[in-house]
């Protein structure tokens, strides 16, 4: 089977066997690849004694840390090749990561969020709802993530409508005319977690406004940092969203600009699923080691796509755990799990900072 | 706006601040009889027992090893009129919370009044340390110290460090770069001076050929633990390369040796303050190591606490990608005089082990290092000693009074 006829299989259609066969042969390759292109991680690989090595187990691989891509520009294609740069948000870390998409790797990450976002929406766009602002399109500076995120789920719904205005209250006169106009047909609401949450939701609580939503399907993501600090949980989000718009169906998604693409959305049952591109690994954060399902540790993501950077095998600093493999109720095959959040930050130690004067220091 | 002027209690804002300026005699009793007080306090609470740190402290306060820093003094000042500078405004480090101590109680040995701007992070430790030492100030005994010590604490306000910075004759930077750097933006007074501390790198020297003959190995061990992983490896004065000096043969017997005790040593102490997001900064260390120069790390499957990576000239070693809990650099070299003349004002402190000190002090005068201000036995590299970046605290904080 050629990654061609590969992406043809719908994207949680394979048993492990089959998706391991697969993945296994991807992913040499690409170590390959990578090494041949990119000679900083041929760099890593032999500073590891790694070199042409031949893995029998997707487990073997050596990931490189996500944060690397903060600190380094990683890339296996010629700059001309380049079409693309993706930039992480850096709304925690000051640094930004960059990421290199040749054509190929473009077009195979658009294929990749195409099949799966089909297996949720269904082949037809749907009149979307976003929850955000359109100023976000035109202000260069907050583009990056958020931008480019709305900008490629767009591809999958049409009567773009944005939900709230310039200032970031809700526009109840746009929404109410979206709603009238689409009366009795299904719907597509995308968003930020967070957004969603501080803007949407916790608006029309305020204001004691409910909306009519019960034809809808949310799909959200962008991290739990914020709401976990106000003690809002998956569960939490869901039932209040319910209460206030009747959405039943609400898919998260976990996912990276560094695997854009072969992102994990969230099934009927609450798990985050691997689909056929992509795999994820959890290993016990000290050792390194693999954990056995239901057991938390650190998250290693694993993807085909990336072909123009060696982004194909990352250790995230999320926690998670996995829930078992192709045998969730909701049918899907491959891994499921869940994510916990960001591993705890180190201290701040020795005697080299009266405290490290940044920015914040400076008043 | 934090601040919290912990010591004295009564004051809360600092236009109420009065600090004496009048400095007492060096070494007087009275001084000499605090600093042994509180070190009887530290000694009698349990709770500092688990802090070897903190110990070692109050051992270093003690009255006899006071009397010795008093002898040293009085030998230094043969023929000379020392006295105190007045004022000393310490700015201590936020994470190793023993200096602002020494700092303070070296310049109030020789007789200075001090202030003591101590981070506004909460640390039990230090709140303990403060509080033992505020109970002893409190005797009635003390009472000429009392308007001698301002101990505050707050942020990086820059309007507060700058009043305090008004007030003193001797300003005093516990490091970082970044942080001395700024705060020299920060005026002192044209009369005032300054001691400030940059960040440092240090590490040991291992005489490869000696190591392999050593019949109390398990001793060495030990010692190279606490000068490398305590303080998270992060101090200046902290073990963060080993340099194998020998034949290629010889170096890699030693390393083998050297490493697996290691190994066992420091999985039976699974230092618990090593935790997973200091693993995943290991991981990025390493491999920014190996982006940077042609590096080859070592990894041990079983040991998360220690990753080897071996670099080919003392050039290649980057502080700045050094995370600490135990990170390594190591270094193979023929002879201990190829390193010393790649040596920085960045290099603190060398720890060695097997070599005599005549011929380490022979090694620096014939090749006059442009860096290096500790050559200490392995296990002394934490020691805190009145020597330090080549100050001589006791002196510098004393002027000089020339009498012809």
């Known amino acids: 089977m050629n990654l061609e006829e590969y992406l043809q299989i719908l994207p949680y259609e394979l048993c492990k066997e089959e998706k391991h066969e697969f993945l296994l042969k991807e992913l040499n390759y690409l170590t390959t690849k990578h090494s041949a292109k990119c000679t900083k991680y041929k760099d890593i690989l032999e500073a590891y004694n790694l070199s042409d090595i031949k893995y029998k187990e997707i487990s073997e691989f050596l990931p490189l840390p996500v944060r690397l891509f903060k600190n380094y520009e990683l890339k296996s294609c010629k700059n001309e090749e380049v079409i693309k740069t993706l930039t992480s948000s850096g709304t925690t870390s000051q640094q930004v990561s960059k990421i290199f998409l040749d054509k190929e790797t473009s077009t195979l990450q658009t294929k990749a969020l195409v099949k799966i976002m089909q297996s949720f929406l269904g082949k037809q766009r749907l009149p979307m709802l976003i929850i955000d602002t359109k100023s976000i399109l035109k202000n260069r500076k907050m583009f990056s993530a958020r931008g480019a995120g709305i900008l490629g789920l767009s591809n999958f719904g049409r009567k773009h409508t944005y939900a709230l205005d310039d200032n970031m209250e809700i526009d109840f006169d746009i929404i109410e005319k979206f709603l009238e106009e689409n009366k009795g047909q299904k719907i597509f609401i995308f968003g930020f977690t967070f957004m969603i949450w501080q803007y949407f939701y916790t608006k029309l609580k305020e204001k004691k406004k409910k909306l009519d939503f019960s034809n809808a399907i949310l799909i959200h993501s962008g991290g739990w940092k914020k709401l976990i600090d106000q003690a809002v949980d998956n569960n939490t989000f869901k039932s209040s969203l319910k209460e206030q718009t009747g959405i039943n169906n609400i898919h998260d998604f976990y996912g990276m600009v560094e695997q854009v693409g072969s992102i994990f959305v969230e099934c009927e049952e609450g798990h985050l699923h691997a689909p056929i591109f992509a795999d994820i690994i959890v290993r016990d954060p000290m050792t390194m080691k693999i954990n056995k399902f239901g057991v938390e540790g650190i998250i290693e993501v694993l993807s085909i796509m990336p072909r123009s950077y060696p982004g194909h095998i990352l250790l995230t600093e999320d926690l998670g755990t996995i829930l078992g493999e192709d045998d969730c109720q909701c049918g899907r095959k491959g891994k499921y799990f869940k994510v916990k959040g960001r591993l705890p930050k180190a201290e701040i130690r020795g005697c080299s900072d009266t405290h490290a004067f940044d920015s914040k220091g400076k008043k | ?404």
């Open chain 2, 1 to 404: 706006m934090s601040l919290n002027i912990v010591t004295p209690k009564n004051v809360n804002n600092l236009d109420d601040l009065k600090i004496e300026n009048s400095v007492l005699v060096p070494f007087s009793n009275i001084l000499i009889s605090f600093v042994s007080d509180v070190s009887k306090a530290i000694l009698k609470d349990p709770f500092f027992k688990e802090h070897p740190e903190l110990m070692a402290l109050a051992f270093w306060m003690r009255k006899s090893h006071i009397k010795q820093l008093h002898k040293y003094f009085v030998e230094q000042s043969e023929n000379k009129v020392l006295l105190g500078r007045g004022i000393v405004f310490h700015m201590a480090p936020s994470n190793v919370d023993t200096i602002f101590v020494y700092s303070w109680f070296i310049s109030l040995l020789v007789g200075n009044s001090n202030i003591l701007r101590i981070s506004d992070k909460e640390n039990i430790q230090t709140s303990l340390l403060i509080g033992i030492i505020n109970s002893v100030l409190e005797l009635e005994l003390y009472n000429i110290l009392k308007n001698r010590v301002a101990i505050i604490r707050y942020g990086h306000e820059d309007d507060i460090t700058l009043k305090l910075s008004q007030m003193a004759d001797v300003r005093v930077i516990w490091g970082g770069d970044r942080t001395v750097e700024h705060i020299r933006t920060i005026p002192i007074k044209p009369t005032a001076t300054e001691l400030s501390f940059a960040d440092k790198f240090s590490f040991a020297v291992i005489n490869s050929k000696e190591i392999m003959e050593e019949k109390n190995l398990q001793d060495l061990i030990e010692k190279f633990y606490n000068d490398s992983f305590w303080f998270g490896q992060m101090a200046c004065s902290s073990v963060r390369m080993v340099v194998w000096v020998g034949t290629k043969e010889l170096n890699l017997e030693a390393q083998q040796l050297f490493w697996d005790k290691l190994n066992q040593y420091v999985l039976n102490q699974q230092p618990e303050e090593i935790a997973p997001a200091d693993i995943v900064n290991k991981l990025v260390a390493e491999c920014s190591m190996a982006i940077e120069n042609h590096v080859t790390i070592s990894k041990n499957e079983n040991n998360p606490f220690i990753n080897r990576v071996k670099i080919n000239n003392i050039k290649e070693v980057n502080e700045n990608l050094h995370c600490g809990t135990g990170l390594f650099y190591e270094l193979e070299i023929d002879k201990f005089k190829d390193l010393l003349s790649s040596l920085t004002k960045k290099h603190q402190t060398l720890a060695y082990y097997g070599f005599s000190k005549e011929e380490l002090k022979n090694i620096i005068y014939s090749s006059m290092p442009n860096g290096i201000d500790r050559i200490v036995p392995i296990g002394q590299s934490l020691d805190f000693s009145y020597i330090w970046d080549g100050y001589d605290l006791f002196r510098s904080f004393c002027r000089e009074v020339e009498v012809l």
